[in-house]
Every structure is written in C-alpha cells, then in structure tokens.
C-alpha cells in the first residue's frame, strides 16, 4: 500500500516537473516585446515668421513741368526751369508672406536740391527778366506690394508700386530782376508742401545668405506740386508764390534686406528602452 502511494506521488512530481520545463521553453521562445513608437518632434515653432528690416541709398533725377508763378504775371514767358537731382537714404520694415508676395513700409529722406527758373517779359520800358532760385527737398513714405519673379543662381526680379505721401519744402528761395527789372529784389519763407505719392519698382535681389539679401533697384515716384511761401518785393510788388507742378523723379537705388529666420524647436530622441521580466 505504500509503495503504491510513493509511485503515484512521484508521477505527479513527474507531471509537474515536465509543465514546468515545457512553460520555461514557452517563455523562452517568445520575442520581445515591440520597442515602444518614437516621439515625433513637434512642428516648427514660427518666431518672427518673413518680417524683415531693409535700409536704402539712391540718386534720383527729377522730371517737372516748368515752374511758374501765380497768380500768374502779365507777359511773363519761361526761359528755362529746372531742378537738380539728388541724393536719398531710406529705411524700412515688412514681411514676406510666401515665395511671391511681400510688402514693406518705407521711409525716406531726399536731400535739398536746387532749383531755378528764369523768365523773360517786355514792357514799355523795355525788356527784363526775372530768376527765381532756392532748394527742394523732404521726406516720403510709402506703403509697397511687391511680386518676386522666381529665384536662379540666387538672383529673383521683382515688380511692385507704392502709394503713400511727400512733404517736401521749397527753402532759401530769392527772386532777382535785371533788364528794366533790374534792382528788384524777392525773397519767400520756407514753406513745406504735403501731397499723396505713388511709385512703381522693378529690380532684382541677390541671396548674400540665407537671410540677408542684397537688392539693386528702378523706381519712378510721383511727387506732385511744390510751392514757395509768399514772395515779398523790394522795392514793393504784387505778392506771388512760385510752383514746381508735377514734381517726379527716376531712382535708382541699393539696398540690404536682413529676413528674421524661423527657429525651430528643438528635437526629441525618445528615451533608453527597459524592459521588465
């Protein structure tokens, strides 16, 4: 009866000893857990986006219909009239929205210039003439758009127009007669005249880096009428002002254009993998 009872207690211990082997081979034999998925970095991070600062010099040449006087005085016939060209610097700010379209505000000063006009007239006294002289020049501000035409070999032209004021001043401004005019004398105060300005732009920018951007640049600004203070006579005269009507000017200009770069975020390596038996 014993030994009946040891054979069958040392088959279970048998039966158990061979599910446990068989459940150790089981575990071995299965892989790994799956590493678990990486961390995606997070999209970049938009600091500052295509604003830009730009700076500006350039010369410009005036065009004009000739200057003149009003109210206008009897007899009086244009000799000549003209007014020099100048020297311009200017800043601004703006921001490139895509690959084609970017605006900017602008800010300008144009150095004061001469002027000068003579007139001829006849009397019956005889004949004379008069000549007008003094210095134009101001600020402008400008509103621009423009249309960037693709980049090659890092070169991208460009077309856009603006629209925006001019205050400009006529400033040392003197009368002289001669002829049968001659002691005749005129000066006028310093006067500033404020008008709505527009401008049309064609150039080309180059890459210098990734942010910075040299540009070389056409632009045609409308000014408009420029108009002295009011002329007082020596000896006595009728008052009258003198008139730059239609005042532009073609510019050609330099400048830098510095884009603020996106920063990115930084990336995210996923931790050391543990695993857990």
């Not at 009946?4 to 299965?30: P, V």
Request: proline share 7%; hydrophobic share 40%.
């Amino acid at each position: 009866m014993r030994s009946l009872k040891s054979l069958r207690a040392a088959g279970i211990a048998a039966l158990l000893a061979t599910g446990s082997a068989g459940i150790a081979s089981a575990a071995d034999m299965m892989a790994p857990p799956p590493p678990p998925p990486p961390v995606m970095a997070p999209a970049p991070m938009d600091v500052g986006g295509g604003f830009y600062l730009r700076g500006d010099v350039g010369l410009g040449l005036y065009s004009h219909r000739p200057i003149d006087t009003s109210p206008p005085l009897a007899g009086l016939a244009t000799v000549n009239s003209t007014v020099n060209g100048t020297a311009f610097v200017g800043i601004g700010a703006g921001y490139q929205f895509n690959s084609f379209f970017r605006a900017d505000l602008t800010g300008e000063y144009r150095g004061h210039t001469n002027h000068r006009h003579n007139d001829s007239f006849t009397t019956v006294a005889g004949n004379g003439s008069n000549l007008i002289t003094g210095k134009v020049g101001g600020f402008v501000g400008l509103a621009n758009g423009y249309v960037d035409l693709g980049t090659w070999n890092r070169i991208t032209p460009f077309l856009g127009a603006g629209i925006g004021a001019a205050s400009m001043s006529m400033t040392n401004s003197r009368d002289i007669g001669f002829g049968v005019a001659a002691g005749s004398t005129a000066s006028a105060p310093d006067k500033s005249t404020t008008r709505l300005a527009w401008a049309l732009h064609a150039g080309v920018g180059y890459d210098l880096t990734a942010n910075l951007k040299a540009e070389a640049a056409y632009r045609y600004l409308h000014i408009g009428n420029v108009t002295t203070g009011s002329f007082a006579c020596t000896p006595v005269c009728a008052p009258f002002k003198a008139t730059v009507h239609n005042l532009a000017s073609h510019d050609l200009k330099v400048g830098l254009r510095y884009t603020f770069s996106d920063m990115i975020a930084p990336m995210y390596a996923p931790g050391p993998l543990v695993r857990k038996y």
